[in-house]
């Protein structure tokens, strides 16, 4: 099971940092109700959480606290800027969730995956 309310959390803040970056967001939610971001520079962001198929001691299934996978993804009839393309990347990376960038058109388009991982004090 799912919550997705980090998602919700995660969805507004980054949609706080991207207005303030100059983006137009409007928002929508899937089939599972995970947001989706939709930009007016021709970029739509999905959050979602990793799925974690575990049962506690006694079978029953648990909420787990999960990493979320932001997905940037562009139409390749219409391509967005790189610097757009990295303005989103950049404030999704600093929120600390694994990046996939990939092409929503193309059946065979590559996904290409950043995972971020920030240096703590003790490093």
């Known amino acids: 099971m799912k919550s997705v309310k980090k998602a919700e959390t995660l969805a507004r803040d ?3 940092r991207l207005q303030f970056r100059g983006f137009t967001i409007t928002e929508s ?3 599972d109700g995970f947001p989706i971001l939709s930009t007016d520079k021709l970029l739509t962001i999905s959050i979602r959480a990793v799925d974690m198929v575990s049962k506690d001691i006694f079978g029953n299934s648990s909420f787990a606290f ?11 009839t219409s391509t ?3 610097a757009n393309i990295l303005a989103a990347t950049l404030e999704v990376g600093k929120m600390g969730m694994k ?3 990939t092409e929503t058109v193309a059946p065979s388009s ?3 995956e950043f995972d971020v991982i920030w240096p703590t004090k003790g490093m």
């Open 110 to 112: 590559q996904e290409f």
């Open 80 to 82: 967005p800027t790189v």
């Open 66 to 76: 999960t990493p979320h996978i932001a997905t940037i993804s562009y139409a390749s």
């Open 99 to 101: 990046i996939v960038l």
């Open 14 to 16: 980054l949609k706080d």
């Open 29 to 31: 939610r899937d089939g």
